[in-house]
């Protein structure tokens, strides 16, 4: 069986102001949150500009709970339902992208 891994969840957004409402959010869906990254600028691509505006930014939450590796895609599966729940007009307006951290990778 493979060991359990840490949950680490990546959010970029426009408005800053999400980060409180996103945060709550996932601790809901999957426990504590034990660290936080600050602010990231997001500028490697210009990808999500058309649907999510601009300048956008990145936030990293690390979860205190472990994970199954097995249960990544059913985690990936919520984070959508949570894009979905902050959309506006039919847009996202973050895109939430779960990973996950073992002591031989970051997936």
Partial sequence: MPDPAKLVIGCIMNDKSLAQKVSLSLENAF????II????DFDYT???YKEMGSPLFRK???FK???????????KEKTNE???RFEISGRRIINIDPGYLVSSRFI
Avoid: C
């Fill in 31 to 34: 426990g504590p949150v034990d």
């Fill in 37 to 40: 990254s600050r602010w990231l």
């Fill in 82 to 84: 949570l894009e979905n």
């Fill in 46 to 48: 210009d990808y999500y």
């Fill in 65 to 75: 709970n472990l994970i199954g590796q097995d249960t990544l895609a059913r985690i």
């Fill in 60 to 62: 990293v939450f690390a």
